[in-house]
């Protein structure tokens, strides 16, 4: 059992004239972690993302799909329940053009028995085909090309989506939470809500 900690980092920048918030999380979904502590850092990831995420990217090698690396992305997808998919992609890295990405995915379709390939599928399918890419190689322009790309498909999958970002009975929560923190430690003052909570009988 691996040391357990997960570094995570929210970065703000300003790219193609918005700000961009990401918060990134290598080593989340290490196949070695239980499940219990998947939950927790998840759970902290969001409190970073409050009123809600636009969209969770998978970022993985191609080669690296295992039945044990869908398995723990699946307690991702069950934690937050119906409607996140909509919000979820897939981002292969050290791909250089679509086509190439294309290859991979109908290269994989005549290997069905692979167990790698059926992981894979498990994935595209919770993923509904949101499918990028990126070359880590590339120049610079090349790259800023990728991530345009990248922040278009978001864009586009959030207007079809039923809200810009996603929402659930977990991040209404933990915003109340955050609502509550401010209001009681940096106000002074206490949400009605918080000030109901502290009557006992």
């Not at 059992?1 to 700000?19: A, C, D």
């Not at 998947?38 to 295992?66: H, K, S």
């Not at 595209?124 to 790259?143: G, T």
Request: glycine content about 6%; proline content about 2%; some cysteine.
């Amino acid at each position: 059992m691996p040391n357990k900690k997960v570094s995570y980092l929210l970065q703000v920048q300003e790219r193609f004239g918005r700000k961009l918030e990401v918060v990134d999380t290598p080593g989340v979904f290490d196949t070695s972690f239980d499940q219990q502590f998947v939950y927790e850092q998840i759970y902290q990831c969001i409190g970073l993302t409050l009123p809600g995420f636009n969209a969770i990217c998978l970022v993985l090698r191609p080669d690296r799909f295992t039945k044990e690396l869908v398995q723990t992305v699946e307690i991702f997808f069950k934690l937050f329940g119906k409607g996140v998919d909509e919000y979820a992609f897939v981002i292969f890295t050290h791909m250089e053009t679509e086509a190439e990405m294309k290859n991979y995915i109908r290269g994989g379709e005549k290997k069905s028995e692979d167990d790698g390939q059926k992981a894979f599928e498990v994935l595209r399918k919770r993923c509904q085909d949101k499918m990028l890419f990126i070359d880590n190689k590339a120049s610079k322009d090349i790259k800023e090309e990728m991530v345009w790309n990248i922040l278009t498909a978001v864009d586009e999958a959030n207007a079809k989506a039923s809200r810009p970002y996603f929402v659930n009975k977990i991040t209404r929560n933990l915003a109340q939470k955050a609502t509550d923190f401010y209001m009681i430690h940096v106000c002074g003052l206490g949400s009605e809500r918080s000030k109901e909570g502290n009557h006992y009988n």
